[in-house]
């Protein structure tokens, strides 16, 4: 490789929201160790929003795969096309995949880098794609948090024991989040619990009822205002979760990703599923109490301090499934409200 102020690096995290922030601290340290470098990285176009901002990266290069699959066609291959010439032509030194999946396998594959820095084959969440990557990270056991996953990638591949274990986010305040406090007074006069039911996939929810339990419980005990969040297609469920409340609360207004850090900022708690605005709360400072079945809380919880998680140890635990194999959602459904409300009234003792 080059001299250290030449490297070009190439960081390939596509999705999701948790995810992507679980790996800006690997644009940091990199940053730290090589202040010359040029850093792109390569990213989902509906998720790019993360990165605006980022004084770690100079390029974010976009993808549209979701749309490349459902539309196969010339154009579709003319831009699949012309993303692989933008890549190579910055003639990346090292390329780091932090999936292990196949597409992101072929996308370090198409940038042309010289090294291509993936996950042990143990590793990787499908397989076969250690054969796109050169240079493979040591096998990492269970009980490891992914932040810390993506970083021991990079320290092996720099051969160096930097980390730096910060997640720049954008900070611009939005004039439409403001205006949603402003006008709502009443909300801003206690301090703000956030509620988010949604989660990625089906087997990570929990019961809406239980929720708005929850919520009320909070509101009356904790004297605490309630705003229920939401991402794309999730609407619903906060509705639900405020008719079957008692107590007043309110839902939050639709939001970018921008927008929505602006809106957390204003949370003195996040309670949530395993979910992208736990992640981000997290990166944020803010305390969260979360709820986890088919994921592990110890490979995928809400990452630092001020953190309260809740969860059952079945024998089928952690099965990673987006629908319950079993067909029962046995490992949530077995989450009871009042364990969720000692576990954030000791949080928040703990935090003041």
Request: charge should be positive; hydrophobic fraction near 35%; proline fraction near 5%.
């Amino acid at each position: 490789m080059s001299s250290k102020s030449q490297k070009n690096f190439l960081i390939i995290k596509l999705s999701s929201l948790g995810d992507i922030v679980h790996a800006l601290p690997t644009a940091r340290t990199l940053r730290q160790e090589y202040p010359d470098a040029f850093i792109a990285w390569v990213v989902e176009e509906r998720y790019q929003e993360l990165l605006h901002e980022n004084p770690d990266i100079d390029e974010i290069i976009t993808l549209r795969t979701k749309f490349w699959r459902k539309n196969w066609n010339r154009e579709t291959l003319k831009e699949i096309l012309q993303t692989i010439k933008s890549l190579r032509q910055h003639k990346f030194d090292m390329a780091f995949d932090f999936h292990g999946l196949i597409k992101s396998g072929l996308v370090a594959m198409a940038s042309g880098a010289r090294i291509k820095v993936g996950f042990h084959k143990k590793n990787c969440k499908e397989k076969i794609s250690s054969v796109f990557t050169n240079k493979k990270g040591p096998a990492i056991g269970s009980g490891i948090h992914v932040v810390d996953m993506y970083l021991t990638l990079v320290q092996s591949a720099l051969n160096t024991q930097k980390e730096v274990k910060q997640f720049p986010l954008p900070s611009a305040p939005s004039p439409k989040v403001e205006d949603f406090f402003q006008s709502n007074s009443e909300l801003t006069n206690k301090p703000i619990v956030g509620i988010n039911p949604g989660a990625g996939f089906e087997s990570k929810l929990w019961d809406l009822e239980r929720f708005a339990e929850l919520a009320d419980r909070i509101a009356v005990e904790m004297n605490c205002s309630i705003l229920l969040t939401w991402g794309p297609g999730e609407e619903q469920k906060t509705e639900r979760i405020a008719a079957s409340m008692k107590q007043k609360c309110w839902v939050a207004p639709p939001t970018t990703i921008k927008e929505s850090i602006s809106l957390y900022k204003h949370l003195t708690l996040l309670v949530s599923c395993d979910s992208g605005p736990l992640h981000l709360c997290a990166a944020l400072g803010i305390p969260t109490v979360s709820l986890f079945g088919p994921t592990d809380p110890a490979r995928n919880g809400a990452y630092g301090l001020h953190h309260g998680t809740v969860y059952k140890l079945l024998s089928c635990s952690f099965c990673w499934k987006r629908k319950c194999p079993l067909g029962t959602n046995e490992c949530m459904k077995q989450v009871t409200a009042e364990e969720v409300f000692e576990t954030i009234r000791s949080n928040q003792n703990s935090n003041n």
